[in-house]
Protein backbone atom coordinates (compact mmCIF):
# COMPACT_ATOMS: atom_id res chain seq x y z
CA UNK A 1 0.00 0.00 0.00
CA UNK A 2 1.13 3.49 -0.50
CA UNK A 3 1.99 5.15 2.48
CA UNK A 4 3.36 8.98 2.80
CA UNK A 5 3.92 10.01 6.58
CA UNK A 6 4.60 13.54 7.79
CA UNK A 7 6.33 14.62 10.49
CA UNK A 8 8.22 17.37 12.11
CA UNK A 9 5.93 19.73 13.04
CA UNK A 10 5.19 21.08 16.35
CA UNK A 11 4.69 24.45 18.15
CA UNK A 12 7.52 27.03 18.06
CA UNK A 13 7.99 31.11 18.26
CA UNK A 14 7.53 33.79 15.65
CA UNK A 15 11.00 33.58 14.33
CA UNK A 16 12.03 29.95 14.72
CA UNK A 17 12.31 27.29 12.43
CA UNK A 18 11.39 23.78 11.95
CA UNK A 19 11.89 21.20 9.27
CA UNK A 20 8.99 18.79 8.31
CA UNK A 21 9.95 15.41 6.38
CA UNK A 22 7.58 13.59 4.38
CA UNK A 23 8.26 9.25 3.86
CA UNK A 24 6.91 7.52 1.18
CA UNK A 25 6.59 3.93 0.84
CA UNK A 26 5.07 1.56 -1.76
CA UNK A 27 6.11 3.87 -4.69
CA UNK A 28 9.25 4.49 -6.76
CA UNK A 29 9.90 7.63 -5.35
CA UNK A 30 12.33 8.82 -7.64
CA UNK A 31 9.60 8.67 -10.48
CA UNK A 32 7.20 11.29 -8.46
CA UNK A 33 6.93 14.89 -8.41
CA UNK A 34 6.88 16.03 -4.89
CA UNK A 35 5.25 18.89 -3.26
CA UNK A 36 3.73 20.40 0.12
CA UNK A 37 0.76 22.26 0.26
CA UNK A 38 -0.78 23.79 3.58
CA UNK A 39 -4.29 24.70 5.03
CA UNK A 40 -4.90 26.57 7.34
CA UNK A 41 -8.84 26.94 9.85
CA UNK A 42 -11.71 28.19 7.09
CA UNK A 43 -8.68 28.50 4.09
CA UNK A 44 -8.34 26.85 1.28
CA UNK A 45 -5.62 25.03 0.54
CA UNK A 46 -2.41 26.12 -0.73
CA UNK A 47 0.64 24.99 -2.50
CA UNK A 48 4.26 25.92 -0.43
CA UNK A 49 6.65 24.07 -2.46
CA UNK A 50 7.41 21.59 -5.17
CA UNK A 51 10.32 19.70 -6.06
CA UNK A 52 10.45 17.47 -9.49
CA UNK A 53 11.85 14.06 -10.05
CA UNK A 54 15.51 16.13 -11.00
CA UNK A 55 15.59 18.29 -8.35
CA UNK A 56 13.98 21.50 -9.56
CA UNK A 57 12.11 23.69 -7.04
CA UNK A 58 9.35 26.18 -7.17
CA UNK A 59 8.20 27.84 -4.23
CA UNK A 60 4.75 30.13 -3.35
CA UNK A 61 5.74 34.00 -3.13
CA UNK A 62 4.59 34.47 0.11
CA UNK A 63 7.81 31.37 1.14
CA UNK A 64 10.53 32.54 -1.33
CA UNK A 65 14.00 33.16 1.08
CA UNK A 66 12.53 31.43 3.81
CA UNK A 67 11.62 27.76 2.72
CA UNK A 68 13.66 25.06 1.53
CA UNK A 69 12.22 22.36 -0.04
CA UNK A 70 14.41 19.13 -0.81
CA UNK A 71 14.57 15.17 -1.29
CA UNK A 72 16.49 12.75 -0.62
CA UNK A 73 15.52 9.52 -2.77
CA UNK A 74 17.38 6.82 -0.72
CA UNK A 75 15.20 7.88 2.25
CA UNK A 76 12.32 7.96 -0.43
CA UNK A 77 11.36 11.31 2.04
CA UNK A 78 10.92 14.69 1.02
CA UNK A 79 11.89 17.67 3.26
CA UNK A 80 10.40 21.52 4.02
CA UNK A 81 12.84 23.03 5.88
CA UNK A 82 10.96 26.35 7.51
CA UNK A 83 12.92 29.69 8.49
CA UNK A 84 11.82 32.97 9.54
CA UNK A 85 8.31 31.72 10.94
CA UNK A 86 5.24 33.79 11.11
CA UNK A 87 1.94 32.94 12.92
CA UNK A 88 0.61 33.19 9.33
CA UNK A 89 2.38 30.43 8.63
CA UNK A 90 0.28 27.88 11.04
CA UNK A 91 -1.48 24.95 9.19
CA UNK A 92 -1.37 21.89 8.54
CA UNK A 93 1.07 21.12 6.17
CA UNK A 94 0.48 17.68 3.62
CA UNK A 95 2.71 16.31 0.90
CA UNK A 96 1.89 14.92 -2.11
CA UNK A 97 3.56 12.68 -4.32
CA UNK A 98 2.70 13.11 -7.88
CA UNK A 99 3.08 10.49 -11.13
CA UNK A 100 1.05 11.87 -14.24
CA UNK A 101 -2.21 11.26 -12.59
CA UNK A 102 -1.87 9.33 -10.09
CA UNK A 103 -1.50 11.52 -6.52
CA UNK A 104 -1.21 10.58 -2.98
CA UNK A 105 -1.14 12.32 0.12
CA UNK A 106 -0.28 12.59 3.61
CA UNK A 107 -2.38 12.80 6.05
CA UNK A 108 -0.34 16.24 7.59
CA UNK A 109 1.57 17.67 10.57
CA UNK A 110 0.35 20.55 12.25
CA UNK A 111 2.77 23.69 12.50
CA UNK A 112 1.72 26.08 15.07
CA UNK A 113 3.69 29.36 15.04
CA UNK A 114 2.67 31.52 18.19
CA UNK A 115 3.72 35.31 18.36
Known amino acids: QVQLVESGGGLVQSGGSLRLACQAS????????MAWYRQAPGKQRELVAG???????NYAEFVKGRFTISRDNAKNTVYLQMNSLKPEDTAVYSCIAQFYNMNYWGKGTLVTVSS
Open 51 to 57: ITTEGST
Open 26 to 33: GITFRTYR
